[in-house]
């Protein structure tokens, strides 16, 4: 019963998105003043239909209904509550269910949350995400319905135990939140251009919600390079496989939409450019979508695949992507920009900025379509590796990270960097020295590139650090948004230096070991001592018990198992990681050799964490710049919500 | 100089600069393609030797053999017409397993073996890499044995 | 003023190279789509060199029943289905249900080699999964599966009362495969030994 409901929630979800639609987009066109109050009634129910479906299936998670196919496949009586919960999107169907309720919410928050847009405004954005909403419904129902019945078979076929992890059950909500969000800034570009109106307030309007989805979206994929680096890689953190890159795609879009929002907001440039950018983060994030669940890219991670489902998405991107392009092509011009800047000014480093973003993701996107590419048209079946990548996407994000420090200091319209460019200089001076020293004291030895990644991450961060300490030393106000780009700055520069030391002096060995034997590598000795059974609720394994230790000092233990779902059968390796602020250690149990000996693989893994403290640190500075002042509406105006758009959009 | 000369530089400069990191990707993509080549064509002698390639196809039952303790294995990658023997050393996948579709990237080392750096299965059960899927799909030679 | 409208006219214009760029893409996602399609059924396709062949000899000790044997000596003289599985394989547990509807069914019947498999396990496999199965061989050492081309389970050959291997179908049976493939085939097999036990 409760599946048939689950079923019937969506067809009205649907019906919800239809009416939506009609009188969201129609009520505009036409001008009808009575069809736009339709439009929030149609919203709440478009959300509380999903989120009954989605509670339906949830439920059938919850108490085994193992008539339900999905859950069938999915679940098991023994598996712990979490992952049944987590299991709702383990797979293609219940991750579009999900994906469809981030969608509801977002349009919700965008209907609730935005009172001080013009009716005819908001009706139209609210229309242009209920489309989405409908194609995407329409989808689900049509090819990939999750309440299909089937023969109940006693018990499940469990959840893919590489999904059966803490960071994976958040991971794809984080990552779809950012994912989706992009939809918002989309549905304001489209709504834009359907008026012909572009101003300074429409992108203030837009960017807390541009920047809201960005920070889901770092979250998301850094939440998934962590889960990467201790579950499946293996010790990698980022592999430049092709469903990783359809989430970093748009996230590089998305940067550039936030910086380029910058200059709309404050001169009322880059009108046209800003609206490509929306349309384009969006459009990289169907692509992702598509890449993701049409089985046409190579992945370790892509869904089981079904052609059908792939024309159905493929018909959906084009007719989004080339709706919106067109609609671009046909009013972009006509939205002109006024106003010049000096070849020397904040306005065109953040041109620079924008323009080596997108040649980053252009690096990324001819990456993951080659390959394609070079299939369809049959000239030779290839992939590209990370060698290809490493190089080339340097090229654009070297001088990116160098323009970051120094544009933090350069004035709207016209810039004298000749005042703080000594400072500049003598920043950059100091971080080289001081990675000089450093690498040659921790490492012994460095490569130009090396020094280089280090000497750039450290700039980021004393420039970023110098613009609030400016400030407070001379005693101006320092603003939200001022203090969260200079956050997110110093944390891109963390990430570089993570990212470079950990790639320059990583060491990684693959050995053969039985207990009573140790290893040395970097420095530690990694000695094996014994190896027992252990059982957990759906999976039985053995642990090793390793013990680390550096100039005869115990520094870890480490248990690194080797498990067996009892259901799909799979091994699983689950490492066993030692945590530190300048080194991670990694042992990873392979499989037995031979009557004692089972293969390992040990790693040391040099500043690691920076990675991913890096990336929560910009997370954290796009928090805090959607909390500026400007961005909440006049308190009069609705005494409810005093935490402004970003914050009370947070549940 | 005239805001117009200055906008139409930065423009200019843009322009270099996207076409000098467009030049420097196509060559690290030349450099770091690697081609699929399936065991019938490395039996033919169509695969290059002493390149990186990645062959792949369904691991042979019965034919994952290894040292006691020692972390070299061999094992055979079958189309079902031909069979190309693959030696690596290192940790397996977890889910390789006789009988499952892997991809193994690496170099010829003879006609008949592969000498692997990698070996990648894919954590999805049903899963068969897609080049493997086609190149089981071509016909079956003359007189292939079962 | 003449600038300006110059400088719209090229925008204009560089304003479709989007819309161009990405319908070229469209074409190539649409050429890639229908390639996979046409790939679909891949393996499936490759025909056994086993068809119409005497089914390869196999004397196993049963699964379930201690002493028995499960051999083609003992099953000539009708038509079977043999049907290779293993716990460990999650594709023989999607067709379990198809499996249990055939048994159900009763027009023929199903010979499981348990395929080197763990007895235990795959007797509690089939005590809760119900077991299909007439008789269950267990092929520990893979033997039988070897001597079949098996390359991977589930793996369902039908046989016909005269011993020869009619069909083979790899992967998950649904019942539309049934119905499709090894129906038609038994029919047919059954019409010139009208009165035989099928």
Sequence with gaps: MIPEIGHLALILALVMAGLLVFFGLLGAWLEKVTWLAVVPFAVAGQWIFVATGFGCLTYAFVVHDFSVAYVADNSNLQLPLLYRIAGVWGAHEGSLLLWILILATWTLAVSRLSGGLPDRFRARVLGVLGLIGFSFLSFLLSTSSPFLRRVPVPDGADLNPLLQDPALAIHPPMLYAGYVGTSVAFAFAVAAMLEGRLDASWARWTRPWTTIAWVFLTCGIALGSWWAYYVLGWGGWWFWDAVENASFMPWLASTALIHSLAVTEKRGLFKSWTLLLAVSAFSLSLLGTFLVRSGVVVSVHAFASDPSRGIFILALLGFFILGSLLLYAWRAPTLGSEGGFALVSRESFLLMNNALLLASAGVVLLGTLMPMFMDAFSLGKISVGPPFYNVAFLVPTLPLILLVGVGMHASWKQAHLQRVGMRLAVFFAVAAVLSVAALAVAYGSFSVMTLLGCALGLFIVVSSLSVPWKKIRHRETLSRSVLGMCIAHMGLGIFALGVTVAQSYKIEKDISLAPGESYLLAGYRFSFESLHDVTGANWDGVEAKMVISAADRRVAVLYPQKRVYRVQRNPMTQAGISVGPTRDLFVALGEQLGEERWSMRLQYKPFIRFIWIGALAMAIGGLISVTDRRYRRPAAKNPGLPGGLGVAHDN | ?146 | MTTETSQSGSGRFSAFVPVLLFAVLLIVFAITLIKIGSNRLDIREIKSPLIGKPVPAFDLPSLNQPGARVSNAGLSGRAYVVNVWGTWCPECRAEHETLLRIAKDGQVSLIGIDWSDDAQLAQRWLQQLGNPYEQVASDVEGQAAVDFGVYGAPETFLVSADGVVLHKHLGALSWEDWQKEFVPLMVAAAKPVAGSSL
């Design chain 2, 1 to 146: 100089m005239t805001p117009r000369r200055k906008r139409l530089m930065l423009v200019v400069g843009i322009l270099l600069g996207v076409s000098l990191a467009t030049l420097f990707a196509t060559r690290a993509l030349r450099e770091n393609l690697s081609y699929f080549y399936d065991p019938t064509q490395v039996a033919q002698g169509e695969a290059p030797r002493g390149r990186s390639i990645r062959v792949g196809g369904m691991v042979t039952k019965g034919s994952v053999k290894r040292e006691s303790g020692s972390l070299e294995v061999k094992f055979d990658v079958t189309d079902f017409r031909h069979t190309v023997t693959v030696s690596y050393r290192g940790v397996l996948p977890d889910l390789f397993r006789e009988g499952q579709g892997i991809i193994a990237h690496g170099q010829l080392a003879s006609d008949r073996v592969f000498v692997a750096d990698e070996v990648l299965a894919k954590h999805d059960e049903k899963y068969m890499p897609p080049e493997v899927k086609q190149s089981l799909k071509k016909p079956m030679n003359e007189g292939a044995t079962p």
